[in-house]
C-alpha cells in the first residue's frame, strides 16, 4: 500500500500527461469526482422524495459542517501519514457508506435519518480527502510538471460537472434514488485499485518537518509555515477575496438573475455551460502548455479582469449577451483559479502541503458559501446589480493584492 520511488529530479523529460503514473491518478481522480457529482444528484433526489423541501435542503447542508469544522485537521492528517494512504482510505469509506445507503432504500423505506447520516460522513471524509488530492501531486512528478497536473486536475473536475449530471440524471430514471447511490458508489470504487497502483515518492527526511509530538503542533507549524511564507500568505488572502466575491453572484445570485430576466432554468443552464466551457478552455491551456510564464502577474491580472465581467453579468441585456460573458467569466477565473493553484502546488514545501491545501479549501469549500445567504437577502433589499458590483469590487480586491505585493506579483512557475 505504500510503494515509494526515489524522489524525482528538478526536471523530467517525461511531461506529466505522457507519465503512466500520474495518468493513473488522473483517471482514479477522474472517477471519483464523477462519483461525487452522481451522489449529489442522487441525494437530492431521495431527500425530496422522502421529506419536505426544507428538510431536503437541510440533509444538503448536513455535510458542509463538518467540511468545515475539520478541515484544518484533515491536512494535518494527510501530512503526517501520507496523501496516497489517506486518499485510498477516503474513497474506500465513501464508497462503503454510499453502497450501505443504496441497499438499505432498496430493501427499505427508512426515512431521511440514514440521508443525513450519509451527508454527515461524507462531508467529514471529505474533510481529509481535499487536503490529501491536494497533497499528492508533489508525490506523483517533478515539480516542473506540477502547473500542467494542476491543469489535468481542473479538467477532471470540469468533466465530471458536465458528465456526472446526466449519469446522476439516469441512474435516477433507471432505479430510483438507490440506482443512482449505487453508481455513485462504484463509479468512487474504480478509484481505489487504481490509486493502490499508483507509485509515490518519499519526502527528504528533514526534522525541522518531522510530525510534531500532537495534531495540534502540527497544525500551528502549518499555519506559521504559511504565515511566515512571503509567496503563500498573500496568495491565501487574494484567493480568499477572490472567492468570497464571486461566490454569491454566481450561485444563488444567478438563479435569481435567471428567474427575473424570464430566461429560466434553460437560461441559467445555458449560461452555466458557457461558464464550464471558459473554465475548461483554460485548464486545456495549462494542461498543454505546462507552464506560463509570469504566473503572479497574470493571476492578479485575471482576477481583476474576471470580476468586471462577473460584474458585467447583471446588466447582460439579453440570454445570449449573458452565455456570452459567462465564458469570459469562466475564461478569467478559472486561468486564475489554476494559476494560483498551481503556485500553491510549487511554492510550498511538500511537507506542509497537505495543511496548506486545506488552509485554502476551508477559505473555498467552508466559509465563502456562507455568503449566499447573504447575498441572497441584499439581492432582495438592494436589487441584482447593486450586488453584482459590491461582489465584483470585493473579487477585484483579491486581484490588487496580487498585483501590490512584489513578491507574488513577481512569482513564476518552475521551469
Same mark, same amino acid.
Not at 461524507?122 to 480527502?129: H, L, M, S, Y
Not at 433507471?174 to 455513485?184: E, I, K, R, V, Y
Not at 462504484?186 to 481505489?192: E, F, K, N, P, R
Not at 502541503?353 to 479549501?361: C, D
Given at each position: ?162 458528465? !456526472? *449530471?446526466?449519469?446522476? $440524471?439516469?441512474?435516477? =430514471?433507471?432505479? @430510483?434514488?438507490? %440506482? #443512482?447511490? +449505487?453508481?455513485?458508489? &462504484? ?76 430566461? !429560466? *432554468?434553460?437560461?441559467? $443552464?445555458?449560461?452555466? =455551460?458557457?461558464? @464550464?466551457?471558459? %473554465? #475548461?478552455? +483554460?485548464?486545456?491551456? &495549462? ?129
Amino acid at each position: 500500500m505504500t510503494a515509494t520511488l526515489a524522489a524525482p529530479p528538478a526536471s523530467t523529460a517525461t511531461p506529466a500527461h505522457r507519465d503512466g503514473n500520474v495518468r493513473r491518478w488522473l483517471a482514479a481522480y477522474t472517477s471519483s469526482m464523477l462519483g461525487d457529482t452522481v451522489y449529489y444528484i442522487a441525494l437530492s433526489w431521495a431527500a425530496v422524495r422522502i421529506g419536505t423541501p426544507a428538510q431536503a435542503g437541510l440533509v444538503m447542508a448536513v455535510g458542509a459542517l463538518p467540511r468545515a469544522v475539520l478541515m484544518l485537521g484533515g491536512g494535518v492528517i494527510a501530512d503526517r501519514f501520507g496523501p496516497r494512504r489517506v486518499v485510498i482510505g477516503s474513497d474506500a469509506v465513501r464508497c462503503a457508506a454510499v453502497l450501505a445507503v443504496a441497499a438499505l432504500l432498496f430493501l427499505t423505506r427508512p426515512g431521511l435519518w440514514p440521508l443525513a447520516l450519509l451527508a454527515l460522513v461524507f462531508g467529514a471524509v471529505d474533510a481529509v480527502f481535499v487536503p490529501a488530492v491536494g497533497a499528492l501531486p508533489a508525490r506523483l512528478t517533478a515539480q516542473d510538471q506540477l502547473g500542467r497536473v494542476q491543469g489535468l486536475r481542473s479538467l477532471a473536475i470540469r468533466f465530471a460537472a458536465v458528465v !456526472g *449530471a446526466p449519469l446522476g $440524471g439516469l441512474g435516477v =430514471a433507471t432505479g @430510483g434514488a438507490p %440506482a #443512482a447511490f +449505487a453508481l455513485a458508489g &462504484l463509479l468512487i470504487a474504480v478509484s481505489v485499485p487504481l490509486l493502490v497502483s499508483v507509485r509515490v515518492r518519499d519526502l527528504p527526511a528533514d526534522p525541522a518537518d518531522a510530525p510534531k509530538d500532537t495534531a495540534w503542533a502540527d497544525l500551528k507549524a502549518g499555519l506559521r509555515h504559511i504565515r511566515g511564507h512571503r509567496v503563500l500568505a498573500p496568495l491565501m488572502l487574494a484567493i480568499a477575496l477572490g472567492d468570497l466575491g464571486f461566490v454569491g453572484p454566481l450561485n444563488v445570485g444567478l438563479t435569481l438573475l435567471a428567474d427575473r430576466r424570464g430566461w !429560466g *432554468a434553460t437560461g441559467m $443552464g445555458w449560461i452555466l =455551460a458557457g461558464f @464550464g466551457t471558459g %473554465a #475548461a478552455a +483554460a485548464s486545456l491551456l &495549462l494542461a498543454v502548455r505546462g507552464r506560463l510564464p509570469r504566473a503572479g502577474l497574470v493571476a492578479g491580472c485575471t482576477i481583476i479582469a474576471g470580476s468586471v465581467a462577473v460584474g458585467a453579468l447583471a446588466y447582460a441585456p439579453t440570454l445570449p449577451a449573458a452565455v456570452g460573458t459567462a465564458v469570459l467569466v469562466g475564461l478569467l477565473t478559472g486561468l486564475s483559479g489554476v494559476m494560483c493553484g498551481a503556485l500553491i502546488q510549487t511554492r510550498s514545501d511538500p511537507a506542509f502541503l497537505g495543511r496548506v491545501t486545506a488552509v485554502s479549501s476551508l477559505v473555498s469549500l467552508g466559509l465563502t458559501p456562507l455568503s449566499m445567504p447573504f447575498a441572497a437577502a441584499a439581492i432582495g433589499a438592494w436589487g441584482l446589480r447593486p450586488v453584482y458590483v459590491v461582489s465584483a469590487a470585493v473579487c477585484g480586491l483579491g486581484g490588487v493584492v496580487a498585483l501590490a505585493v512584489r513578491v507574488l506579483r513577481t512569482a513564476e512557475l518552475p521551469r
